[in-house]
Structures are given as C-alpha cells and as structure tokens.
C-alpha cells in the first residue's frame, strides 16, 4: 500500500520524467475535485495528500537514508496542488466555479512554475531537498508548490493589471 501510495497509484512509474507525470496528473485530479467537488475539497485533499505523503515517505524511506527515488512523486501531487489552491481561491472568491475550462492560464502556470521551481530549486527548495532524509522529500515539493501558487498570483496581477491596460 505504501508503494501505491508514494507513486500516486503508479505515476510515478512512468517513463521519463515520472515527477512530471505526478505533477500533470495532480492537476487533472485537482482541477476535477475543484469543479465537482468544490474549492473547500481541494483544500482538505491537498492538507490531507499532504499529511499522507509525509507519513508514506517516512515508511518508505526508513532504511534509504538520503534516498529521493524518483518513482515517489506523492510529493510533487501535494506541492502541485497547493500551487493549484492560489487561481482556484482567486476564482472560488470570485464566485466562478467552472474556472479551469474558462481561464486555463491559471491551471497551466500552476503547473509550468512548479515544475520550474521542482526541477531549479532555488533558495528554500533547494535547502529542503538537501536535507537528505524523508522530510526533505516531501518539504521541497511543499515550497516549490508555494513559489509556484506566489508565481501565478503575481503573473495574473501583471497580465491582467499591466498587459491588458
């Protein structure tokens, strides 16, 4: 069950790049709870992916100290979706509930900058992924998805309050 779990149910088993594909399929899961099931769900999916890969990592890493095996993509499904939570809050605030159909820019920079903040890891992504142990599997994808969600709020205020001036 922990193997399942950390792969996300066997993304992270694809070829190449499985951190990508972990990171395209959280989108489409996220952008399917967000509209069917509401922004409140996204928030409670994402804190509870989040507890859940925290709690797998430290099973599945306990005897691989300093490992991060790129087959476990748990990680880059909750990064990915907290930088999912910034356009789907501005647009649950908003009152527009069919947003990723509507305003896909949202939903692909959330996605371009995480994976832009995964793979370069700068200032804090790059200090938690150097830690070397289970909490740095997860903690690096957890700041990448916050860069990435501050990334697209301030893109959409310069596209919408520069560009489209």
Do not use: N
């Not at 930088?83 to 527009?96: D, H, K, T």
């Not at 959330?110 to 992504?125: G, H, N, Q, S, T």
């Amino acid at each position: 069950m922990i193997r399942v779990l950390t792969t996300f149910f066997g993304l992270g088993l694809l070829r190449p790049a499985p951190g990508t594909w972990g990171s395209a399929g959280a989108v489409a899961l996220g952008i399917a709870i967000d509209r069917f099931l509401g922004f409140p769900a996204l928030v409670i999916a994402t804190f509870l992916v989040t507890c859940v890969g925290f709690l797998a990592c430290r099973v599945a890493l306990a005897d691989r100290p300093g490992e991060d095996p790129s087959e476990i993509v748990i990680d880059e499904v909750a990064g990915q979706w907290l930088a999912l939570l910034f356009p789907a809050y501005a647009f649950w605030q908003r009152g527009l509930e069919d947003w990723a159909v509507v305003a896909y820019p949202g939903w692909v920079a959330a996605f371009l900058f995480f994976r832009l903040f995964d793979i370069w890891k700068p200032w804090l992504v790059g200090r938690a992924d150097r830690r070397g142990d289970w909490q740095g599997v997860m903690l690096d994808d957890l700041w990448a998805g916050l860069f990435a969600g501050l990334a697209v709020i301030v893109a959409a205020g310069v596209a919408h309050g520069v560009i489209m001036r």
